[in-house]
């Protein structure tokens, strides 16, 4: 499944900061965070068409 780019590292590092988590941020947590979003919004629009 393809998935868009909701985040970048450096978008997601800025979100991380935010939220108080010293969690070092690299290209794979961005690719999990984008899949796990799109597969939300997959799920949710199956969903709402019903």
């Known amino acids: 499944m393809e998935f868009s780019n909701f ?3 450096k978008t997601l590092q800025l979100f ?3 939220t ?3 969690h070092k ?3 794979s947590d961005t690719d999990k965070v ?3 979003i ?3 919004r997959k799920e949710r629009d199956i969903h709402e068409a019903r």
């Open 7 to 9: 985040y970048t590292v």
């Open 16 to 18: 991380n900061d935010t």
């Open 20 to 22: 108080g988590y010293a």
């Open 25 to 27: 941020t690299d290209g």
């Open 34 to 36: 984008n899949r796990l």
């Open 38 to 40: 799109a597969l939300i």
